[in-house]
């Protein structure tokens, strides 16, 4: 297994964690120092930094931070807030979050030092996933420059890398293959439900992705969950080995990439490294807020170390991973793991008839079927007042007519055996929207429903 | 001397050799340059001489 940074990568897991708790120590201080957005809430917390003599007295002492937070502190402190560390005219850029969550979008400032930091989080994980200087890596991504952090810090680490990253994801469906077939890949990068738009795209143009891009070594996957089965149906549908990576707004590019052994192997999800040189990562217990064991799914709790501006301490993502120890994977770093393909967000989270139920789960169970393009759910309430949980399927349109109606009732068996909830299977009216970058399949109408049934009964 | 130990004196060696020109320079251009070479030779450390970090963190940058 190449090592992109030797220095870092074979240290032993107790150097590393000596190394970073040292960073940690340093960037404590250094933020409290410069920073007077944490200099006013530690004080009002009564942080003594030098009681901090290790990760548990760290976790107790130093509170954690939401996104609630940020954005009261830029509603206060127009227009960047006073996180920013840096004097305005330090700034050469801005991103902000893709506001998804619906409450507000967070604002990262950052320095010239920190557009080649963003750069380089990205650069280990290409390095590892096997691109290289010169390979062309197509990124679908929408926006390759801009306030969108995911892109702009791909395009930095393509940069830094060396390698030819063609940027195509304001272009259509049928222009980024047209472009692909032109400057054949070695890399892609796009979304899990965009790559399956690509497969079906193919098809409909006549051909498969193995015959159009029989150069293809790599796909980088992020921002959706996926199982082992479809990821394997994938990497056979491509012809080639699927990564995947995890990355913030808030870490400023990547945080966590697969090895060479890629997002699925030996029938089991992969392990992405999280660069721990780089961020002080905790994952917690979503409600006792202690370090979940090895397997298990926690909070990831975000502590940048290299970042300049925009630096955050203690910031509970509201991101589900599941923690892996070091020295899970066989590849040897030192680094600790999330487990490929279950990245979710808490606040995806839909209650269903008293069922705490994750898309994710969802998405696991019906878009692994090949017959289906793609599905939208919602919750609603009955004109009589019933909460009622509708999936609506697109099928593939050389599916069988009778075969589809067999398949509705498949999926509404499956669906409520392993996730526990009855669920209405009907075929969409209408083809539904394809996702180029996050993904919102999910609807919850029962307030609106719950307010009619209310002045209906009056 | 390792490799590793080779590129750690290179890059602390690069890092004050960046920051003596920014700081002595009178030219807009070498100054816009300089900059640019001064975030490459942190991340240098950072990845090349790791326990080098307390130095680079008190850094502010100068405004042109």
């Known amino acids: 297994m190449s090592r992109y940074s030797p220095a870092i990568e074979n240290l032993s897991p107790d150097a590393l964690q000596e190394l970073q708790w040292k960073k940690l120590l340093y960037h404590l201080k250094h933020a409290y120092d410069t920073n007077p957005f944490y200099r006013t809430r ?101 926006g390759s420059v801009g306030q969108l ?41 796009v979304v899990p439900a965009y790559l399956q738009r ?168 019906v878009l692994m079927r090949p017959e289906v393009a793609e599905y939208q759910g919602r919750v609603y309430m009955t004109e009589s007042g019933n909460e009622t949980v509708e999936v609506r399927v697109e099928f593939i349109p050389e599916l069988a007519h009778d075969h589809r109606r067999t398949l509705e009732r498949d999926l509404a068996a499956v669906l409520r055996e392993r996730v526990g909830v009855r669920m209405d299977v009907v075929e969409a009216a209408a083809p539904l929207p394809r996702f180029e970058f996050k993904v919102r399949r999910w609807t919850d109408e029962r307030k609106a429903g719950r307010e009619r049934v209310l002045y209906t009964v009056s | 001397m390792s490799t590793q130990g080779r590129d750690a004196e290179f890059a602390t060696r690069l890092y004050a050799l960046v920051r003596e020109m920014i700081a002595q320079t009178e030219s807009p251009v070498v100054l816009d340059a300089g900059v640019q070479m001064l975030g490459l030779a942190k991340i240098l450390l950072t990845e090349a001489a790791p326990d080098a970090f307390e130095h680079v963190r008190l850094e502010r940058e100068p405004v042109a």
């Open chain 1, 198 to 365: 690509l497969a079906a795209a193919c098809a409909e143009n006549g051909f498969t992705p193995r015959e159009a891009f029989p150069n293809l070594e790599s796909i980088v996957l992020a921002t959706e969950s996926f199982g082992v089965d479809w990821a394997e149906q994938m990497e056979e549908i491509w012809g080639c080995r699927l990564h995947e990576m995890y990355g913030s707004t808030q870490q400023g590019g990547g945080l966590a990439f697969t090895c060479e052994l890629g997002a699925v192997h030996d029938h089991q999800p992969g392990h992405m490294h999280v660069l721990e040189h780089l961020s002080y990562v905790e994952v917690l217990d979503k409600e006792t807020r202690e370090p979940v064991g090895p397997g298990e799914e926690g909070e990831l709790v975000l502590t940048t170390l290299n970042r300049d501006s925009s630096t955050l301490v203690r910031f509970a993502t509201d991101d589900k991973v599941v923690f892996l120890p070091r020295g899970d994977c066989r590849c040897g770093r030192p680094f600790f793991s999330f487990r490929s393909g279950a990245v979710a967000r808490y606040d995806d989270m839909i209650k269903m008839k008293m069922v705490n139920v994750w898309p994710a789960a969802i998405d696991a169970i």
């Open chain 1, 42 to 142: 530690w004080d009002r917390a009564g942080v003594t930094l030098d009681k901090i003599a290790d990760p548990k007295a760290f976790r107790e002492l130093v509170p954690l931070i939401t996104k609630a937070d940020l954005l009261a502190d830029q509603k206060e402190n127009p227009p960047y807030g006073t996180r920013m560390g840096f004097r305005d005219q330090d700034l050469v850029g801005l991103y902000w979050t893709s506001g998804t969550s619906g409450i507000g979008q967070e604002l990262y400032g950052h320095t010239t030092v920190d557009t080649w930091y963003y750069g380089l989080t990205w650069s280990h994980g290409l390095y590892w996933q096997g691109v290289r200087r010169g390979n062309v890596l197509f990124n679908t991504w929408p």
């Open chain 1, 149 to 189: 952090a995911g892109p702009d810090s791909l395009t930095r680490g393509l940069i830094l890398l060396g390698a030819n990253g063609i940027h195509i994801g304001t272009q259509s469906t049928d222009e980024k293959l047209k472009y692909m077939r032109r400057f054949p890949p070695k890399h892609l990068a």
